[in-house]
């Protein structure tokens, strides 16, 4: 692409990015009035000032206005977009939209297929036999209660308590963990100049964690101390959210594509399109980048005395109880994979919302309130099809890394980083290796 010499204002200030192709300034224009119908769609949008003022001024188009739109982009796409990755990935994008369109207008896809449009993949159900494995591991791996009869789920509950820091040790905490997986991010993948992340600690709110991507490299993190106070907890969610996950991402793709190639598509992030599922997919695994198995038992036993938790002053019961939280980590991955299951019995299947919730009480090892709030989210119009992604992204770029040694993950993780990879581009590659009923 001939970038030429026209920049022009980008939302927030003091920033400036290429102005956008004829392509690129509809994409950005259809995303947002998407979500100006159904807010929530755009994740973080760091485009064009003038495209965002445009739409806060113009009246809402209707759903039906909306999908003739994405019908429009898709007739235009081979004849304005040379560069054959570049429409593999727009196709997908404006497909997912076009989805989002049709449910708006009333007139929604089965949700299998809503789904598959939106991911650009078809997601698969994960085998009860799974969790039943990862609970009878949690079995083995957790203190006996008290009496000798306690419940899986209990039996964890008691464990997670012994390790809440106080909320007046947390931020200092955080500060210190944000800055080890900072320079881990940095030595593997290099960081993008300027870039830095802000976290304030609050409380009183629903989520455990926000995070806003901001433009210009830069993102803040909320993190809710009430719900988010475990060493464990708060490596997932730096990890995730910051260094090497979304945060990492965003940075290097604004620097990669927006400024550095021109491609303004870039500078929209949206929900439920293929974009949200290899984001969160490469966030999850973002964890066992910076923090392999090999050293997480490490990082655990520091954050227990920075913590000022009781066990770090009895090395012997510290060390047991970080090498216990590695085998929990382990086997609690595969529960991700509940809330996709529950979310296609209720939405494909048609299954009673009483029998889901008891599903996720059962398979999720929560209670009956938290799976209730759990099963609000997935009857949420934005988050229904949302929900998959947790799982189905960590699966399919699980698969992906795997046709690599473990030496050559690194690179392929830089990939996800700085490229507009589409779910169904990876999945051929691995359906052409034998590699596509793998896992990682």
Known sequence: MDLGKDRVTAVGTGREVPAPDGFARDYLLLALRLDKLQPGIVDAYFGPA??????????????????????????????????????????????????????????????LDYVSCCFDITPERTPDAVFVAAADELGRVLPEGETGSETIADRLATWNSRFNIAPDRLPAVIDWLLAVVRDRADRLFGLPTGEGVEIACVSGKPWTASNQYEGGCRTRLEINTDLLARPDELIHIITHECYPGRHTEHAWKERCLVDDLGRLEASVTLLNTPEALISEGLANLGERIVAPDETYPALLLELFERGGLTVASD????????????????????????????????????????????????????????????????????????????????????RWFELDLADEHTERFGRLLRELLTPSSISTELAATGFANSGW
């Open 50 to 111: 003038e495209l965002k003022a445009l739409i806060d001024a113009e009246p809402p188009r209707t759903p039906v206005q909306l999908r003739e739109e994405a019908a429009a982009l898709q007739t235009r796409l081979h004849k304005e977009v040379a560069e054959p990755e570049r429409q593999r990935w727009l196709l997908a994008q404006v497909v997912a939209l076009e989805a989002q369109a049709l449910m708006l207008a009333g007139d929604p896809l089965p949700y």
């Open 315 to 398: 090395p012997a019961a510290a060390r047991d109880a970080a090498d216990r939280q590695l085998r929990i980590r382990r086997a609690s991955t595969s529960l991700r994979a509940v809330t996709a299951n529950a979310a296609l019995m209720l939405h494909a299947d048609g299954a009673p919302r009483e029998e889901v919730a008891a599903y996720m009480v059962q398979h999720l090892l929560i209670t009956p309130e938290r799976a209730e709030r759990r099963l609000a989210v997935i009857e949420d119009p934005i988050y229904r099809a949302d929900v998959i992604v947790h799982y189905e992204g960590e699966r399919l770029l699980r």
